[in-house]
């Protein structure tokens, strides 16, 4: 069965202390990845979109890369504003599928 | 460009009614979606609109119904509310292909008594 899954569920990280979110996925034939941002109350925020294994992507602090099973969200020395919910997505059958998200809470 | 609004913002409706949420998406995209959104079950998929056309439509009952104009804008429609349908109704516009990234809205906040 096609599946999206995220984890941690939930990530609390002191202000510069780099870290990665995991979002793993069962299709065949992926079609694209997608990374979102949201924050409390608002709609997602789109961030990135990787389609083949090996492809890297970088805004800011913000790195994703993409394999064949899995595709990472690199957090380099975040800051509290970067503090949210990431979701990531992939198109299965002829919708989208999000994951369940992580919640990162950066400390100062 | 503009992004994709949605009204209304928030809304409180009783148990049996209806209501109706608006959105008009980014201009130039043709392909509208709409997610429901609760704590407990995430982003759920609930329809997906191209040239006035439904393409995909997610696990939701019939009480839920939606419609797209020919300016691209979409209405999606709950009729006989549950108190379990309140959550955030979030609508998303993209250029056309279903595996293209998509730009969503802030949210219809729907409360039901």
């Known amino acids: 069965e096609d599946q999206v899954t995220q984890s941690p569920e939930a990530l609390r990280l002191q202000e510069g202390e780099s870290s990665s979110l995991n979002c793993s996925y069962t299709?065949?034939?992926?079609?694209?990845l997608f990374w979102y941002r949201q924050d409390p109350g608002k709609g997602p925020e789109f961030l990135f979109t990787?389609?083949?294994a090996g492809e890297e992507k970088e805004k800011e602090r913000l790195k994703a890369t993409l394999t064949k099973k899995e595709s990472f969200l690199h957090i380099t020395a975040p800051k509290p504003e970067d503090s949210a919910t990431y979701l990531c997505?992939?198109?299965?059958?002829?919708?989208?599928?999000f994951g369940t998200g992580t919640k990162l809470q950066v400390i100062p | 460009k503009a992004g994709v609004t949605q009204t209304p913002r928030y809304l409180i409706k009783t148990r049996g009614q209806q209501v109706t949420l608006s959105c008009s998406p980014i201009?130039?995209?043709?392909?509208v979606s709409w997610y429901q959104q609760t704590p407990g079950q995430g982003l759920q998929f609930l329809f997906e609109?191209?040239?006035?056309?439904?393409?995909n439509k997610g696990n939701f009952p019939g009480r839920f119904s939606g419609r797209q104009f020919s300016n691209s804008r979409s209405e999606m429609n709950v009729s006989t509310l549950e108190l379990g349908d309140s959550a955030l109704y979030l609508c998303?516009?993209?250029?056309?292909?279903?595996?293209?990234?998509?730009?969503f809205g802030p949210g219809t906040r729907l409360t039901v008594t």
């Open positions: 998303a516009s993209s250029p056309g292909q279903f595996n293209d990234e998509q730009y």
């Open positions: 299709v065949s034939g992926l079609r694209g």
């Open positions: 990787l389609y083949s």
């Open positions: 997505a992939v198109p299965l059958g002829q919708k989208v599928t």
């Open positions: 201009s130039g995209h043709r392909s």
């Open positions: 609109y191209f040239s006035e056309t439904q393409r």
